[in-house]
């Protein structure tokens, strides 16, 4: 059970029996090790307090966790489920399938955008979600890659002449001992006994051949996954060196510094592979932005200039993905790039209005993330479907 479970559940002024704690943990542990994307994805919209009736997993998660600890005890109120929920987000992280502890990690920080939401009055598990996505980004890009593999083939077929040799031995002793049944006895025992040695020694071999091969299989996976890394890398270094948009075929210094924040946080995420991003992706974007001194920088400021870099169907694919209100800056993005008027301003079910000021470096920042919970959350949807 996690060190802290029993104080998330006393913030809220309940205090469980410690049979029912340990099964609750129990139960929620189970749920979390089986959880789907958009199950998960749910679950960051129940610890948030989301409206039970708008998130489809809340009714089969109460079961689940009432199910799953043996008990009838019933939830006593909202807050016990967002407990229970944010709880089981941290045992994704801790051990739970890895694209979607950082599709929900992703989903933790960004949602939290312009909500600072008066009912929140769990334990901020928004700190458990960074740290994960910190050490996940370095972890994924710090894989132990081996030089070289060293290859010691045995020498298999000293051991099959050794058997074929010993069955020529044994055709002869059993002709030159026709006439003497103790001494065809004895050679056939012998020889027995000879060819399970050999037999041993060659299974020996065998299984040390299928080790090599089983050496060599993760020595090609690890130079792969080596070969994906620095290819990400490359590209990375490439455009931060030269502070160029390919999407406007412009650099990023003589673009308006809003419009700069959307465009850096889209290439950027275009080039990052493996997700979560590197640990350094907010210093990459702070080398490309013409940083001015601009204390703040609004969504609408970049509206205009920035409706080339979005595919016609981007606000239908973000909407097919059901993660609008996790994505809340590229949400009121999409929903506003394709010549829709002023009334059709969208706040996304959140506080996100394109007016809203933000810290340049922050937006590209948060920008920058919702792009990657894009990203995987379609990528996951094409797996589905295909």
């Not at 929620?28 to 489809?56: E, Q």
């Not at 040799?165 to 044994?170: H, K, Y």
């Not at 470096?361 to 990528?379: I, M, S, T």
């Amino acid at each position: 059970m996690h060190d802290h479970f029993g104080d998330w559940y006393r913030v809220v002024s309940l205090d469980p029996r410690p049979d029912l704690l340990r099964k609750r943990w129990q139960a929620i542990d189970r749920v979390a090790r089986r959880l789907t994307l958009p199950d998960a994805l749910d679950l960051v919209r129940l610890s948030r307090g989301d409206t039970l009736d708008s998130i489809p997993y809340a009714p089969l998660f109460d079961k689940a966790v009432r199910r799953g600890d043996g008990t009838s005890a019933p939830m006593h109120n909202g807050l016990e489920l967002r407990i229970l929920a944010s709880s089981a987000l941290v045992g994704v992280m801790e051990r739970g399938e890895r694209d979607i502890a950082v599709a929900a990690s992703l989903a933790m920080v960004c949602s939290r955008l312009g909500n600072p939401d008066p009912r929140h009055t769990l334990p901020d598990l928004t700190g458990y979600a960074e740290e994960y996505l910190a050490v996940e980004g370095e972890r994924v890009r710090g894989t132990d890659i081996p030089t070289s593999v060293e290859v010691v083939v045995p020498d298999l077929l000293s051991e099959l002449r050794g058997i074929e040799e010993l069955g020529r031995w044994l055709a002869q002793a059993q002709q030159s001992g026709a006439a003497q049944p103790v001494l065809i006895n004895q050679a056939l025992g012998e020889g027995s006994a000879r060819i399970a040695n050999a037999s041993a020694s060659l299974a020996d071999k065998i299984n040390a051949v299928s080790a090599i091969l089983t050496d060599y299989r993760s020595a090609m996976s690890d130079w792969g996954e080596e070969s994906i890394i620095r290819r990400e890398e490359n590209a990375l270094l490439w455009w931060c060196a030269g502070r160029y948009s390919h999407d406007l075929q412009q650099p990023l210094e003589e673009l308006p510094l809003a419009t700069a924040c959307v465009v850096a946080a889209k290439e950027l995420a275009d080039r990052t592979v493996l997700s979560p991003g590197p640990i350094y992706a907010r210093a990459a974007l702070a080398s490309v932005l013409p940083l001015d001194g601009t204390e703040s920088v609004s969504i609408r400021e970049a509206l205009d200039d920035t409706r080339a870099v979005w595919p016609p169907s981007f606000g239908e694919h973000l909407d097919d993905a059901h993660i609008t209100d996790l994505c809340p800056a590229l949400a009121t993005i999409a929903r506003n790039t394709h010549g829709m008027g002023e009334a059709k301003w969208s706040n996304v079910g959140r506080e996100v209005l394109p007016d809203a000021r933000y810290r340049p470096l922050d937006l590209a920042h948060q920008l920058y993330r919702e792009f990657n919970l894009y990203k995987l959350v379609l990528l996951a949807l094409h797996r589905t479907v295909g």
